[in-house]
C-alpha cells in the first residue's frame, strides 16, 4: 500500500485525518512500522484505539493504527 486518496462510507463511527497525511502504521506508536499513508479529509473506519491512537481499516481491507494527535474520530 503506497497511499490511500479517497473516503470509506461506512455505517458506525469513522476517524477523519485532519493532518495533510499520516504515516499509516503496523502498531500504535512512532517505532510500529509504516505500511502506508492515509491523507487530510480521508475517513477511515474505527475499529479501537490505544494510547492515542485509532486502530483503523482503509476500504481495500488493510488495517492500520494513525496518530489521534492528527486525526478525530466522528
Do not use: C, F, M
Amino acid at each position: 500500500l503506497t497511499g490511500y486518496a479517497g473516503e470509506v462510507g461506512v455505517s458506525g463511527n469513522v476517524v477523519k485525518v485532519t493532518y495533510d497525511y499520516l504515516r499509516l502504521r503496523a502498531a500504535g506508536s512512532l517505532k510500529g512500522k509504516v505500511i502506508g499513508k492515509v491523507y487530510k479529509n480521508n475517513e477511515l473506519e474505527y475499529i479501537g484505539e490505544a494510547n492515542g491512537w485509532y486502530h483503523v481499516r482503509l476500504p481495500n481491507g488493510t488495517e492500520g493504527w494513525v496518530s489521534g494527535k492528527y486525526s478525530k474520530k466522528q
